[in-house]
Each structure stands twice: as structure tokens, then as C-alpha cells.
T-cell receptor, first 114, second 111 residues
Framework: NAGVTQTPKFQVLKTGQSMTLQCAQDMNHNSMYWYRQDPGMGLRLIYYSASEGTTDKGEVPNGYNVSRLNKREFSLRLESAAPSQTSVYFC?????????????FGPGTRLTVL | GQQLNQSPQSMFIQEGEDVSMNCTSSSIFNTWLWYKQDPGEGPVLLIALYKAGELTSNGRLTAQFGITRKDSFLNISASIPSDVGIYFCAGSGGSNYKLTFGKGTLLTVNP
């Protein structure tokens, strides 16, 4: 099993450009998450999907959209990138029963917006 | 919303020393998790705690779920250079599928 995979690993954008970050998991998990990590801020939840067909806002959703394409895939889209969105983005998944909360993380996408 | 206070923010220790870090919460949690993040990688789960008072070990790591359900600590014994990284605590109330993360403890081990 590959676990949680993310593409791309690195990306540089200009202000105003758009892009989609891809995430996939092969663990048959129900719930998937997108976080951003900034120095000194820890991990902050952007959006999550408790189950296929549902998405909800997290702590810092502004400027982002998500799509739960199917059970395996959960994408994060930046419609008009801003320098404040320079960050490391992590996708995570868990079983999603609400009882076992362990989340498994992908390797991250390092995004720079100029 | 729920908040976690993780301390210390950073630690500089000598190889062989023991390390202790902790997290406290303003809310009761049903689950406490401890993650480690190596440079350039995603966080990896170290220890999961599901019951108040639970003490769990994983090799040189020991973690406890506080009896009040509002705190947890992680101890690392006899540190080695590969222990370098950022350690995160995370907690969950269990009913909304979300974890709340601490801001991390940056550990540096001098050989």
C-alpha cells in the first residue's frame, strides 16, 4: 500500500494563477483532510470530507475549494493564488468512523506564490 | 473552539538525555495522538491514546493520557540523533472527525 500520496511535491505560482493539488489514499478510508503548515503555526485544517459526497470548512478555508472526487481522491484548488498561500500543504485520511481518529498524512506539497 | 497548548516550543539536548514534552487543552478530549515530523516529510503517528490514565510505550517513547482528559505528555528516553524533528500532539473529541493540533515542539539532539 502506498498510503496517502500527493502531487505535485513542489510548485511555484505567480499571483493570480490557479492550480489544483491532488491527493489519493489506498487504505479505503472514509474521511480525508487538507491542512496547511506555516512556521510556528502548526497544522491548520483547511477543508475536510467526513465521507464521500460531503465536504466541510475547517479553520482556514478562505481562498480554497475542494472536491471529493470519489472515495480515494480529494483535491484542493486555489482559484487565484496569493502570496499568503505560500505554505506546505498536507493531505491526510482516516477510517472515519468517529471512534478511531488516527490520521495518516501524505508527504506534502511545497507551494510558493510569487 | 478547542485549543491545545504544547510546550516547550523547542528543545536543544545532548545525545543520551531524556526528553519530556506536554500538551494541555481547554476542552476534554477522547483521543490523544503524538506525531513526529522529519524535515521535508509529513507527520507520522508515534503513539495513540484512547483512555484516560492510559500509559503507552513504543520503544524509547512513552506517552500518557491525562486523568482529567485535558492533557498528555510524551517522554523520549536516551535520545539519539535521529530523534531530531518536530513533535506534534493532537486531540479529538471523537464526534466530528477532526483533530486539533498543537503548534509543535522542535527537538534538536547534539551528538
Amino acid at each position: 500500500n502506498a498510503g496517502v500520496t500527493q502531487t505535485p511535491k513542489f510548485q511555484v505560482l505567480k499571483t493570480g494563477q490557479s492550480m489544483t493539488l491532488q491527493c489519493a489514499q489506498d487504505m479505503n478510508h472514509n474521511s480525508m483532510y487538507w491542512y496547511r503548515q506555516d512556521p510556528g503555526m502548526g497544522l491548520r485544517l483547511i477543508y475536510y470530507s467526513a465521507s464521500e459526497g460531503t465536504t466541510d470548512k475547517g479553520e482556514v478555508p478562505n481562498g480554497y475549494n475542494v472536491s471529493r472526487l470519489n472515495k480515494r481522491e480529494f483535491s484542493l484548488r486555489l482559484e487565484s493564488a496569493a502570496p499568503s498561500q505560500t505554505s506546505v500543504y498536507f493531505c491526510a485520511s482516516n477510517v472515519g468512523t468517529g471512534v478511531i481518529d488516527t490520521q495518516y498524512f501524505g508527504p506534502g506539497t511545497r507551494l510558493t506564490v510569487l | 473552539g478547542q485549543q491545545l497548548n504544547q510546550s516547550p516550543q523547542s528543545m536543544f539536548i545532548q545525545e543520551g538525555e531524556d526528553v519530556s514534552m506536554n500538551c494541555t487543552s481547554s476542552s476534554i478530549f477522547n483521543t490523544w495522538l503524538w506525531y513526529k515530523q522529519d524535515p521535508g516529510e509529513g507527520p507520522v503517528l508515534l503513539i495513540a491514546l484512547y483512555k484516560a490514565g492510559e500509559l503507552t510505550s513504543n520503544g524509547r517513547l512513552t506517552a500518557q493520557f491525562g486523568i482529567t482528559r485535558k492533557d498528555s505528555f510524551l517522554n523520549i528516553s536516551a535520545s539519539i540523533p535521529s530523534d531530531v524533528g518536530i513533535y506534534f500532539c493532537a486531540g479529538s473529541g471523537g464526534s466530528n472527525y477532526k483533530l486539533t493540533f498543537g503548534k509543535g515542539t522542535l527537538l534538536t539532539v547534539n551528538p
